[in-house]
């Protein structure tokens, strides 16, 4: 840190903080945050810091004391109720008043009893305070005591010296005419749904399950319903706007559509086919009008539901930008528009606009119009196609200036990319980032990912959300494993991470991949989708019990507080959540092998769970609601895929006995 000679204290290492307050922590309304720093004062003076805090734009700044650890390390704990801009810093002096009253207590123990300099010391210290306290009721108890202190001798300065009463007034009234404050830092706080939410995701053509034609947004509630029925808070809908006819893509991503196929919702825009425009401010005419999302949005939050829809700065050839602003886009040299290449893949259906085009600044106000045209219909998540592939400013003054109006928007970075470029993404204000966890299998890929995510300054600012599937990925696990990879990746999902999220077909254990691809072979992204969406072998009822679960233990809705454990099984993951007062403790034992059960001996974290070496408790199975009764650290397990592939146990401690039988809470 840069100090001045103003400077009387010394406030360095900060923590959290995102790069010397380049950017914000993220913290959910009432979520404490707490604050560490080092804080130290030549001499021998005693010191006394305190964290404030305040909404940013405020003047008046909230505080609370901090208290001293080892090595001159202070910590302060602070508590945030409206979301949006937020900033914290750390004040502190060196504290005349405090050091008084050690230099008493140190000379009156020493034997010295000669102090009658130290009692008019003090006197002058209180008569400054009752000064600094003016009018107020405290002005004249201080008085009083500058007037006792004058008289004091040495049995009576130490008496009144640690006088509580005289120390809270002086704390009241402290002199912090050399205190030295640290320059302000940006705290982020996003509303509850932000950090802890269970996603469903369905494409509203597909929403009955008819192979030969598409459903409308009114026909989406029975779907809705079930997504409720298994727990599922947030509806996520891919593109729901005009989908262009040229170049239009048929089943399985072929060049051609037959006629009556759909198209790609990623193709967006048809200006000839729009009620609104045609284009990102407009719905397609095959789902409804805005009318009918209206009524949709409004039934959904009657359920306690929120719909979130798909980001996707994609043109279609048809799309009103290109004959509005042709700069937006990319040119060849014929002066023909490029369409958009990740090769080897082609997509001859979209047009890909140019984030740095000489009319740049009515481009990127015209897509922060297009998130706000969306907020004021009623929705306020948004889950962003591709942010990687565009500028990383444009995201920071987007999601920014969108903040400003409507503090409770969300946005999730779908940006599976290089990790330095997904972390900086989520530095800038994305809500919720995608992750590497739909590729990570094993126990030792996972427990090193989840560590990072949670255990590293990732924490303050990344939160990820684990889809196990999207429209666009089928993992090559659950491609091979059946029903039990299946059960395996929900539970982890599910666990893992307070925010999670499964593409409709999950429940169903479809796995049918194109040949060689993680990719779904008849894909609903180029054709209506039949499904029976109660088939024999869903797993549904299971989705339903780990949301259940999420849903009544604090524990698992929160993101930090994950550790992982000993199990002498490389197929065996064993890890546990419990929140910070203690009172919901759960630890989760998973095989990672969808194939063959598998044994091992756990070694429970006795010491962080507050248990006695040779302690009995017990552990409920919130699964199946079974109870078991161990001892010591070391218990055994027994897993099998397609029949018990995990627990989650609730820990249970000895109570006593009631009625000649063990009781345990």
Not at 415 to 420: G, H, N, S
Request: aromatic share 12%.
């Amino acid at each position: 840190m840069k100090l001045s000679e103003a400077d009387t204290v010394v406030i360095d290492h900060i923590t959290p903080q995102l790069e010397g307050g380049r950017y914000a922590v993220k913290r959910i309304s009432g979520q404490d945050l707490v604050v560490e720093a080092d804080i130290l004062k030549e001499g021998h003076d005693l010191v006394t810091a305190v964290l404030k805090w305040r909404p940013k734009g405020d003047a008046a700044w909230r505080e609370t004391p901090m208290t001293l650890g080892q090595n001159d390390r202070w910590t302060g704990t602070l508590s945030v109720g409206q979301i949006g801009a937020w900033e914290y810093t750390v004040e502190a002096w060196g504290d005349t008043f405090r050091s008084w009253q050690d230099e008493v207590r140190k000379k009156f123990n020493g034997g010295l009893r000669d102090l009658k300099s130290e009692a008019l010391e003090g006197a002058s210290l209180v008569s400054k305070a009752a000064a600094r306290a003016g009018k107020s009721p405290d002005a004249k108890r201080l008085k009083s005591f500058a007037a006792q202190l004058q008289q004091a001798d040495a049995e009576a300065l130490s008496t009144i010296a640690p006088s509580l009463e005289l120390s809270a007034l002086m704390t009241a009234w402290t002199d912090r005419s050399l205190s030295t404050t640290h320059s302000p830092l940006p705290l982020w706080v996003d509303r509850e749904r932000a950090a802890y939410a269970a996603w469903y995701e369905f494409f509203p053509r597909s929403a009955e399950g008819k192979a030969d034609s598409g459903s409308t947004f009114r026909d989406c509630l029975p779907r809705i319903d079930d997504a409720k029925a298994m727990g599922f808070d947030v509806i996520y809908f891919p593109p729901i706007h005009p989908i262009g006819e040229t170049n239009r893509k048929g089943r399985n991503n072929s060049l051609h559509a037959e006629p009556g196929e759909p198209g790609v919702p990623y193709a967006i825009g048809n200006h000839r086919h729009g009620v609104n425009g045609g284009g990102h401010k407009d719905v397609a005419p095959e789902l409804g009008t805005l009318e009918d999302l209206s009524w949709l949005i409004g039934e959904v939050k009657k359920r306690g539901m929120e719909i979130a829809i798909d980001f996707a700065i994609n043109c279609s050839p048809d799309h009103p930008y290109v004959e509005s602003h042709p700069e937006w886009f990319f040119k060849r040299p014929d002066g023909t528009i490029k369409y958009a290449e990740n090769p080897p893949k082609k997509y001859e259906d979209v047009y890909p606009l140019n984030f740095h085009n000489e009319n740049w600044q009515a481009l990127w106000q015209e897509m922060r119009d297009v998130i706000a045209f969306w907020c004021e219909i009623g929705i306020r998540t948004f889950r962003v196609d591709n942010p990687h592939t565009k500028p990383v400013s444009f995201w920071e003054y987007l999601i920014g200036d969108i903040h400003e109006t409507y503090p409770d928007a969300i946005f999730l970075s779908e940006a599976f990319t290089r990790p330095k470029m997904m972390q900086v993404l989520a530095k800038v204000g994305f809500t919720q980032s995608y992750t590497y966890f739909t590729w990570r299998n094993t126990k030792w890929e996972l427990s090193e990912y989840l560590t990072e995510l949670t255990q590293s300054e990732m924490k303050d600012y990344f939160r990820g959300n684990f889809f196990t599937n999207t429209p666009d990925i089928l993992p090559e696990y659950l491609q091979r494993s059946g029903r039990p990879g299946f059960l395996i990746r929900g539970f982890l999902a599910a666990t893992l991470s307070p925010v999670y999220g499964i593409y409709s077909g999950f429940e169903l254990c479809e796995n049918a991949p194109i040949p060689g691809k993680e990719e779904y072979i008849d894909s609903e992204k180029y054709q209506f989708k039949g499904r029976d969406w109660n088939a024999p072998g869903n797993i549904k009822d299971y989705v339903t019990r780990l949301n259940a679960i999420r849903r009544d233990n604090r524990a698992l809705q929160e993101y930090a507080n994950l550790r992982f454990h000993p199990a002498d099984n490389d197929n065996i993951l064993f890890y546990s959540k419990k929140t910070v007062a203690g009172d919901n403790a759960l630890l989760f034992i998973v095989t990672v092998d969808p194939y063959n059960p598998q044994t091992a001996f756990v070694h429970v974290p006795l010491e962080e769970l507050g248990i006695g070496d040779r302690e009995t408790y017990q552990v409920e199975d919130l699964l199946t609601g079974e109870r078991f009764t161990w001892t010591g650290a070391r218990n055994f397990v027994s897993l099998n895929p397609h029949t018990r592939p995990a627990h989650i146990l609730r820990v249970r401690r000895w109570a006593g006995r009631e009625g000649g039988r063990d009781v345990y809470l």
